[in-house]
């Protein structure tokens, strides 16, 4: 991420740790801090070293390395050794402290953005861009951060997380707030709850667009990976939004513990903002949106129950509910509802988000497919596509854990039984992964239970180490008028451009223009 401007003569330590608790040492009193890190391997020169507890070694253990980086103070637990003179806080706490240290670094940009957070297991980040599309049509500068693309003044870029540590989602909006931006639209995870990455920002708005299992690697139980998505609508305070799925009935009971307005979406007759006459097919969706909700219909300027005619280049159910969760939220902030059709319409599907390309007689669809859940909807809508011929390439998830491969080699083997793709083609994408500043190589434990998950299915697998080779097979296979369905997160994506390339020299003729995916930061 590029350094924010005017964070250049930083803040006094002594000041950022005022009432937090510890003890200063060192010359800690008079140093003065530019930036905060807590990867010793990520630190710039004037830092603040954040030493945090890992699963399996202690930050303060990388104490040298962060000082040798140009680290000029650090925070360490009271019981870490560190160089006679240099400055130090000890704190028994450091993960707690860190949101309000970067908060006071940077000058509290919250403060001067209105933010709006998106939630659930599947479509944060669809729903995260059409809101932030839509707040843009009302004329207002936004900055988003979602898990495939997020905003800086020098373009977007893929980010590492979610949503980001405290103390780059603090620098992001200083960064954000810096440039002009007036709103910020964030995607809210479990675990950004559950770290306090998001701790003291104040939400005008929460979207929850559904709950299924994931994350219980972290969490370990279902229940608790709720609670975590709850307890994000619970902190909204008045005169915030909080816009819940109507058809979930977890996310439906937020709003119990909800404080704010709550506008729920859904397909439903009594749903506070509605579709009716939904059709959806392979080049787009339209309905008639109704906002029964009475507040949110006076905020709007309509009369209740009023219906507005929405087309949309987007295809499926899922992303007719998406945009009634986006278009809520939006119409709460100030989208006037006039100018609603037209910005739905401009909408262009997101990056790797049932993507679909055309090469002569051949289809290429593409999604990112990170859970079940996603998976399952990916197979519905391609299904409903009725394609003569299916073929799929699945990128292994790495860094996942065995259950979440085993999951998504499930439900690939029960959509085989009705749409008949196998052998299912599968890369481990070494050839690619290599270039991400996280490894996100999948474990042999990992691509196992995908296997074993898979072929008690009765869906036997084709295994690649490269995605060039599986991309290879699958072109090979595919026939006129067939489609290539490319499933995966980081390992998958330069699949799609690498089977265009592939198809079109088929063909004989000049591949379309690559799809653009922003690289992550490094």
């Known amino acids: 991420m590029p350094a924010v401007g005017g964070e250049e003569r930083g803040r006094a330590l002594a000041e950022l740790a005022a009432g937090l608790g510890g003890r200063l040492e060192g010359c800690a009193g008079s140093v003065r801090v530019e930036g905060i890190g807590v990867d010793s391997r990520r630190i710039r020169p004037g830092d603040l070293f954040v030493a945090l507890p890992g699963s399996r070694v202690h930050g303060a253990a990388y104490l040298e390395e962060a000082r040798s980086r140009g680290a000029r103070a650090a925070v360490l637990p009271p019981e870490a050794p560190a160089p006679e003179g240099f400055p130090v806080l000890r704190h028994p706490d450091a993960a707690g402290i860190l949101p309000e240290l970067a908060a006071r670094l940077y000058g509290r940009p919250g403060e001067r953005l209105r933010l709006a957070g998106v939630t659930g297991t599947n479509g944060k980040t669809t729903t995260a861009l059409l809101l932030a599309h839509l707040l843009r049509a009302a004329g207002r500068r936004v900055a988003v951060w979602t898990t495939t693309v997020a905003w800086a003044p020098s373009g977007p870029f893929r980010p590492l997380w979610t949503t980001p540590p405290a103390h780059e989602l603090q620098r992001w909006l200083r960064q954000a707030a810096d440039a002009g931006c007036e709103e910020a639209v964030l995607e809210v995870s479990s675990h950004g709850v559950v770290q306090g990455r998001i701790a003291g920002l104040r939400f005008a708005a929460g979207v929850a667009t559904n709950l299924s299992p994931d994350h219980l690697d972290f969490h370990g139980s279902l229940e608790a990976y709720a609670a975590a998505k709850r307890a994000f609508i619970a902190a909204l305070e008045p005169p915030a939004v909080a816009v819940l799925n109507a058809e979930d009935p977890v996310v439906r009971s937020f709003a119990r513990a909800a404080r704010a307005h709550v506008v729920d979406f859904g397909f439903g007759a009594g749903a506070g903002v509605g579709a009716e006459e939904v059709r959806t097919g392979t080049s787009g969706s339209d309905f008639r949106m109704r906002v029964g909700d009475p507040e949110l219909a006076r905020r709007a300027g309509l009369a209740a129950g009023e219906r507005i005619p929405v087309r949309l280049r987007l295809v499926g159910r899922h992303n007719v509910a998406n945009v009634l969760a986006a278009s809520a939220a939006a119409l709460w902030l100030g989208l006037r509802p006039d100018r609603l059709p037209e910005a739905l319409a401009s ?12 090469v002569g007689p051949f289809t290429v669809v593409n999604d990112v497919a990170m859970n079940e859940a996603s998976c399952e909807t990916v197979l519905r809508a391609v299904g409903a596509m009725s394609p003569p011929q299916l073929v799929v390439v699945h990128a292994v998830r790495g860094r996942r854990g065995p259950e979440v491969n085993a999951g998504m080699g499930r439900v690939l083997a029960r959509w085989n039984r ?54 290879a097979e699958a072109v090979d296979r595919l026939q006129p008028g067939g489609l290539l369905l490319l499933l995966g997160t980081f390992g998958m994506d330069d699949g799609p451009w690498l089977a265009v390339e592939r198809l079109a020299a088929r063909l004989g003729v000049p591949p379309p223009p690559p799809p653009r995916y922003p690289l992550p930061e490094g």
């Open 347 to 358: 909408f262009a599907p997101p990056p790797r988000r049932l993507e679909s390309v055309r």
């Open 418 to 471: 009705r749409l008949r793709f196998a052998p299912l083609v599968v890369s481990l994408s070494l050839d690619r992964l290599g270039r991400y500043p996280v490894d996100h190589r999948p474990r042999e434990e990992e691509v196992e239970a995908l296997r074993r998950a898979a072929e008690e299915g009765e869906l036997p697998l084709s295994v690649h180490a490269s995605l060039e080779e599986a991309i």
